[in-house]
């Protein structure tokens, strides 16, 4: 029993991370709809991919540009430039996100493993195990550069941005994640 306002509220902060499992849909089809499909042909097609790709693309951008505006408000124009790199970082995190929407809707009850921060010192009282998320991420990272380079190698410009945010996005983050774990 609670007020209109905050279920929606909650739904929203709620299903937000549902862009996750798009992001990777996104990344995992970009090279079959390259190959089995003729996108100059199907009007539909490309509308329904357009629709997909502004949704992974554009709203969490848009969740950073507002971000930015609300904490740094008079230095706005100087923090712009970390667009694109928070940009990579929420592509990058769509993996693990997507494991973590899945685990939800599945109920499955899953820990969260804390990893290693180095903070002021370079001596880490702790690790973790291995970091097969961040295996699979570079492994898609790898596949995503190969689909970036099928697609200029075809001149199919439209998705050449996009999938060139995902390659960095995943590979970026999946290093990180085995520097932090080793």
């Known amino acids: 029993p609670v007020r209109p306002m905050v279920k929606i509220q909650a739904f929203f902060h709620l ?20 190959i089995f499909t003729n996108l100059a042909s199907n009007h539909w097609f490309r509308i329904f991919m357009l629709v997909f790709v502004l949704l992974g693309t554009l709203a969490p951008s848009t969740l950073y540009i507002v971000s930015q505006k609300a904490l740094y408000p008079k230095s706005f124009r100087q923090t712009l430039w970390m667009i694109p790199l928070l940009s990579f970082l929420g592509v990058g995190i769509s993996l693990s996100n997507s494991r973590a929407v899945f685990e939800a809707l599945s ?19 702790y690790g973790i195990r291995m970091p097969w998320l961040g295996l699979f ?5 790898i596949y995503c550069s190969f689909s970036f380079y099928k697609y200029v190698q075809m001149d199919r410009a439209w998705a050449i941005p996009f999938i060139l945010i995902y390659s960095i996005g995943f590979t970026g983050v999946g290093i990180l994640t085995l520097k932090e774990a080793f």
């Open 137 to 141: 991420e570079i492994l898609l990272g």
């Open 15 to 34: 299903t937000h991370y549902l862009i996750h499992p798009i992001m990777l849909w996104l990344a995992l089809i970009t090279f079959p709809v390259l």
């Open 107 to 125: 109920g499955k009850k899953s820990s969260f493993i804390r990893t290693p921060k180095r903070g002021d010192s370079s001596k880490v009282d």
